[in-house]
């Protein structure tokens, strides 16, 4: 049963990644469907991740307070890593205190 599964999962992935290629063939000209395209999977990873960050400690003020320093960082343009190890710190920090 396991493997009808891994091979619909196989197959829809490739259907996704394929269909675009084959219907397209040329060059999308059109500006707002190219920056459309540009920022969807910006999209979708926050519309999967952000919820599963707020939940997921037991506390939700801890949770928040990541974020806000994620968020404070990476405006100023923080590499990845310090972004991720501050708001990792925030969160244990903030955890402790409350």
């Known amino acids: 049963m396991v493997y009808i599964y891994i091979l ?3 197959i829809v992935t ?3 990644r394929m269909i675009p290629l084959t219907v397209f063939r040329k060059k999308i000209k059109n500006r707002y469907i190219q920056s459309f395209l540009y920022y969807v999977p910006y999209a979708c990873l926050m519309a999967m991740t952000f ?3 707020l ?3 037991d506390n939700i003020v801890s949770a928040v307070a990541g974020v806000g320093v994620a968020i404070v960082l990476a405006l ?3 590499s990845l890593v ?3 190890l501050c708001a990792c710190l925030t ?3 903030c955890g402790l205190i409350f």
């Open 8 to 10: 619909t999962m196989a």
């Open 14 to 16: 490739y259907l996704i």
């Open 51 to 53: 919820p599963s960050v």
């Open 55 to 57: 939940y997921a400690t």
């Open 76 to 78: 100023f343009d923080k």
């Open 82 to 84: 310090v972004v991720a």
């Open 91 to 93: 969160v244990f920090g």
